[in-house]
Nanobody, 112 residues
Framework: VQLVESGGGLVQPGGSLRLCCAA?????????MRWYRQAPGKEREEVAY????????KYADSVKGRFTISRDNAKNTVYLQMNSLKPEDTAVYYC??????WGQGTQVTVSS
C-alpha cells in the first residue's frame, strides 16, 4: 500500500489549493478514504471522508462549506479542494486508508 500526497504550498488567506493523493498497491475503488491534518502542537484531526464509490462525503465542521473531497477511481486518486483558506488551516495534510495506512503528508501554509 502506498499513498503519496501532493499539492501543498504557501497560499494567502482567502486563496485555494487542491491536494492530491495517489494510491497504489490495493484495490482503490473498494476503500473509503480520508483526509486528516495536523497543526504544530495539536492533535491530528480528520478533515474529510469519502465513501469508496464517492456517493457519501463528510466534513469536519471547521472546513464545511470550504473544502470538497472527491475521488477518481480510474486514476486511483483522491482530492481535497480547499477554498477560502484561513491561517488556521495551516497544517500537514495526510490522506489515509483503513488499516493504518498513511501518506507522508503535504504541508499547507496559509499566510500573508
Amino acid at each position: 500500500v502506498q499513498l503519496v500526497e501532493s499539492g501543498g504550498g504557501l497560499v494567502q488567506p482567502g486563496g485555494s489549493l487542491r491536494l492530491c493523493c495517489a494510491a497504489s498497491g490495493f484495490p482503490f475503488s473498494s476503500y473509503d478514504m480520508r483526509w486528516y491534518r495536523q497543526a504544530p502542537g495539536k492533535e491530528r484531526e480528520e478533515v474529510a471522508y469519502i465513501h469508496y464509490a464517492g456517493s457519501i462525503t463528510k466534513y469536519a465542521d471547521s472546513v464545511k462549506g470550504r473544502f470538497t473531497i472527491s475521488r477518481d477511481n480510474a486514476k486511483n486518486t483522491v482530492y481535497l479542494q480547499m477554498n477560502s483558506l484561513k491561517p488556521e488551516d495551516t497544517a500537514v495534510y495526510y490522506c489515509a486508508r483503513r488499516g493504518g495506512y498513511w501518506g507522508q503528508g503535504t504541508q499547507v501554509t496559509v499566510s500573508s
